[in-house]
């Protein structure tokens, strides 16, 4: 523990300096050099007083996501700076060692000064994720996006050919603070024209309690005709806080899975059931949270017990993790799974259509949007909430309509 905390302390001096050095090439006025050094020690000593007071029995508050985003705003950019002003140091010193070995300068000359322009670079690249955070903190957590996708079977029942399914996923209502933009999205869900709506987890960031004040805002969304079906995420279980006792936990778990009832979703628990129409009939299959790294209560064998296996089946399960690992290669053919849980890292850039990137993708092989493997989808919801950082970068909250087409085509 005091290894890492002395790794983590040079590291901050090294950041700390190089980004220091960006200034100091472009500003010589004394008392500013000195107030820029005098805020950024302040900040450093909130930032770590803040994380230093975090309860593990409360777990998230507001305190910890300002924290949170106060050093994403002001670290990130410096990471930037300290990237641009240690790579400027790098060829200062090939440049000072070819010119003393090469050209024979003399000692005190040999190391170029720094340049200024590669400052003022260094400072313009890094107030791009400055702003950008900024942003995202204020405006992009509630900059709701529809994003609108068909999916092409060519076993796809006729009475189920265009047949429209609503995704949300993972709320983490404690994390709201803006009633109006969340009644704003509960309108958007409701304007959308489809016949079964979805919700894939994480209904809150632990306690039962965070949903309370936005019963009455989930409440006002409209009844479909085929159902309102919801599963747990890893949230929902209330593991990430230290409980006064087993029994407290569990009590909140019991209250968790009753929110879902109490905005009108059936909650699926390693279960299945029949979405009829007409004379077709689809397999709607939920299991509980499942992931490679986290809590592996999904049981895929139970709750799609008695499903045939030429039934079409849609499954709902949280972690993506469990499509690559369990799912998309299993025997009894799940033919469209719907996830969440990434967020996107809520941090990214994405051109809708052409590009999308974020760390996300470094840890989950699906993270957002659709992926086929022969034949067998899976779509990840970038989330409709935030969590830990207040905002969203690049990687926006989604509202998911995904229509069901017979054919080969994949669009």
Request: net charge neutral; proline share 3%; aromatic share 16%.
């Amino acid at each position: 523990m005091i290894f890492r905390f002395i790794i983590l302390c040079a590291l901050l001096l090294f950041i700390e300096f190089y980004s220091y050095q960006a200034f100091r090439t472009l500003i010589k006025t004394r008392w500013v050099l000195i107030s820029y050094q005098a805020i950024s020690l302040l900040i450093l000593i909130f930032i770590i007083y803040s994380f230093s007071q975090v309860d593990r029995s409360v777990g998230q508050t507001r305190q910890f996501m300002f924290t949170t985003g106060l050093m994403l705003t002001v670290y990130v950019p410096k990471i930037v700076l300290t990237l641009i002003m240690f790579g400027e140091d790098i060829f200062r010193i090939g440049a000072s060692i070819l010119n003393y070995f090469v050209y024979n300068t003399p000692r005190k000359e040999m190391m170029p000064d720094r340049r200024k322009f590669v400052s003022q670079i260094a400072l313009g690249l890094a107030a791009i994720p400055f702003l950008s955070i900024i942003y995202g903190i204020f405006e992009g957590k509630y900059n709701f996006k529809v994003i609108k996708q068909t999916v092409f079977f060519p076993d796809l029942l006729d009475a189920f050919d265009g047949f429209k399914i609503t995704q949300i996923s993972d709320v983490h209502s404690g994390s709201f603070d803006n009633p109006e933009k969340i009644n704003y999205a509960i309108d958007l869900i409701n304007a959308q024209e489809a016949d079964l709506i979805l919700f894939t987890g994480d209904i809150v960031n632990t306690h039962a309690k965070e949903m309370h004040p936005w019963l009455e805002t989930f409440n006002r969304i409209k009844d479909y005709k085929y159902g309102k079906f919801a599963v747990l995420g890893n949230h929902d279980y209330g593991e990430y806080v230290t409980w006064p006792s087993e029994k407290e936990k569990d009590e909140n778990f019991h209250q968790i899975k009753n929110l879902y009832g109490q905005i009108g979703f059936n909650l699926m628990l390693n279960e299945h059931t029949y979405i009829q129409k007409g004379d077709d009939k689809i397999a709607l299959i939920g299991v509980e949270n499942w992931g490679v790294n986290f809590k592996k209560a999904g049981d895929l064998n139970k709750a799609s017990e008695n499903v045939h296996q030429d039934d079409f089946k849609i499954l709902m399960s949280h972690d993506p993790s469990h499509w690559e690992a369990e799912i998309k290669d299993h025997p009894k053919n799940f033919h469209l799974t719907f996830a969440g849980h990434t967020h996107g890292m809520q941090f990214g850039i994405e051109i809708p259509g052409y590009f999308k990137w974020s760390l996300a993708q470094y840890i989950y092989k699906q993270w957002a949007g659709l992926y086929e493997n022969v034949g067998r989808y899976v779509y990840v919801n970038r989330g409709f909430g935030f969590h830990a950082y207040p905002g969203r970068v690049g990687i926006m909250p989604e509202i998911t309509v995904i229509e069901l087409k017979k054919g080969r085509n994949v669009a």
